[in-house]
């Protein structure tokens, strides 16, 4: 059966924002023949030009083709494409009709003025965040997500993550096996679960010193990583190292490692069905309990109500 999906696009959108999303469905036909039809679709039709001046053929939206998931695009216009009675019109309707809709980044505000998202778990760039929160305080928005399905709707960061929801959607169309084929056809991570943080501690932490001191670190978090044990990985003296660490990255080696597994764990939470107490131990926490504290003082919540909310949030699936 072929599923035809949508690419919602308007003057100045996003490129990546559509053409990832395109070349993953692509890909995904090549190993599932006629498992999809794509089209571009704009409110008038014809050449529509992106924020970077490449320009796409697209068919208008009165004459667009009946549609399985219709994702629409993000780009710095996304706020005006938001307030165009035609696309708003379209979008509703679609959504009556489609199997599911989705957003890339900015598109979310959309999906938003449609009020597709009310009462509905969202995320976005993080870029957004603030005010799409404050425009639409009716949606659940999870700021710190890479993709969030919510029911038939689902929506997601920005650009690379355009590319992990569509992961997501092709794993559940055609199976895990087309879906990781995929991913390495485009030579991504295969694949980031939805619930991964949109920021990565590596990158925050902002250490050229100790960067490769801390990748290790993350790949092996189930060793003690006590600071004499990185300070021998950094060729240092204990006390020389940790007055380095906090002086270039602005927290205390424990500390930075504390992030690492929190990352780590919330992901493993988010996407796989282990039991807490194994996460904990996969993740160098070693018991729930202190696994719980570091959830706490990270998120405000322990790990056990962040999956209940999961787990419990409409359409979510197993």
Not at 60 to 70: C, R, W
Not at 102 to 118: F, I, K, P, Q, R
């Given at each position: ?49 992106s924020s970077s001046g490449l ?91 890479i993709f969030v399905q919510d ?28 879906a990781r084929r995929t991913a ?135």
């Open positions: 059966m072929s599923r035809t999906i949508g690419f919602l696009v308007y003057p100045d959108f996003q490129i990546l924002d559509a053409t990832g999303p395109v070349a993953a469905f692509e890909i995904a036909a090549r190993y599932s023949p006629g498992a999809y039809s794509l089209v571009f679709l704009s409110r008038d039709g014809g050449m529509v030009t320009a796409v053929a697209t068919t208008a939206l009165a004459a667009a083709p009946a549609l399985d998931t219709l994702l629409v695009a993000g780009g710095d216009s996304a706020w005006t494409a938001a307030r165009c009675p035609d696309i708003l019109a379209f979008v509703r309707d679609t959504a009556k009709t489609a199997r599911r809709v989705a957003s890339v980044c900015s598109g979310t505000y959309v999906l938003a003025e449609a009020g597709l998202l009310d009462g509905r778990r969202a995320t976005t760039h993080w870029s957004r965040t603030r005010d799409i929160q404050k425009r639409y305080p009716a949606i659940r928005l999870e700021p710190d997500r029911g038939p709707i689902w929506s997601s960061a920005g650009i690379t993550a355009g590319i992990d929801l569509s992961l997501a959607l092709i794993g559940a169309d055609e199976g895990e096996a087309v390495q056809q485009l030579v991504v991570y295969y694949r980031r679960p939805g619930g991964q943080s949109q920021f990565s501690a590596l990158i925050d932490l902002k250490t050229q010193r100790f960067d490769t001191l801390l990748a290790w670190a993350r790949e092996n978090l189930s060793e003690a990583l006590s600071v004499e044990q990185l300070a021998e990985k950094a060729a240092m003296s204990p006390r020389n190292f940790a007055r380095l660490f906090a002086a270039e990255t602005g927290v205390t080696p424990a500390k930075a490692v504390e992030r690492l597994r929190v990352e780590a764990a919330r992901a493993l939470l988010d996407s796989q069905p282990l039991q807490v107490e194994d996460v904990a131990l996969e993740t160098g926490f070693g018991d729930p309990e202190r696994m719980r504290r570091a959830f706490i003082r990270a998120f405000g919540q322990p790990p056990q109500a962040l999956r209940r909310g999961r787990s419990a949030a409409p359409g979510r699936s197993a």
